[in-house]
């Protein structure tokens, strides 16, 4: 099974503030809605109950306590390796969705990085964890918008090169 991570980062390293994306960039988010169009995504509760839940994906959300829930398309986990085992045995690709602390436990294990930069520095609290050595860019655009953004696709170098 395939691990991407899909994060967008303002130029101070910030995520969020809170519960919240502390910056609205007309465009961008489009990128995240195409990429996990019927994928399933990899969530911290607390971005789950931020960004709710987008029709057309689906979530494994990561939670110590129990949950429950009624939804095919909403699965909880009390740690990623139970989801990563699990979500392994129905689908072959899973994108690390956020927020700060599930970034930073799966950043270890993903194989690509879809990175938007955010051109701008926020206030906010949450971190985006620093990007480990071992990743090559293998894509690279700038988009104009009411903030400037740049997406960029890092690969996880192979381990015979
Ligand atoms: N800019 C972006 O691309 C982007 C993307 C996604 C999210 N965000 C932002 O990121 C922020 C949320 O990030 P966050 O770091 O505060 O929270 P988070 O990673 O979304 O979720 C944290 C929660 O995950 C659970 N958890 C963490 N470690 C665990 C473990 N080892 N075992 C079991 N459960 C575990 C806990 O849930 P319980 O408390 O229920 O136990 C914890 O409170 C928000 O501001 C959101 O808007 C930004």
Sequence with gaps: MKLSLMAAVAENGIIGCGLDIPWQVKGEQLLFKAMTFNQWLIV???????????PNRKYAVISRSQHQSNDPDVMYFTSTEK?????????????????GEIYKMLLPQVETIHLSTIHKNVAGDIYFPELPAGFSLVFEQKFSSNIDYTYQIFQRDSSDS
């Design 44 to 54: 911290g509760r607390k971005t789950f109950a931020s960004m709710g839940k987008l």
């Design 83 to 99: 989801a990563l085992e699990h979500l392994q045995t129905i689908t072959d690709h899973v994108f690390v969705s956020g927020g």
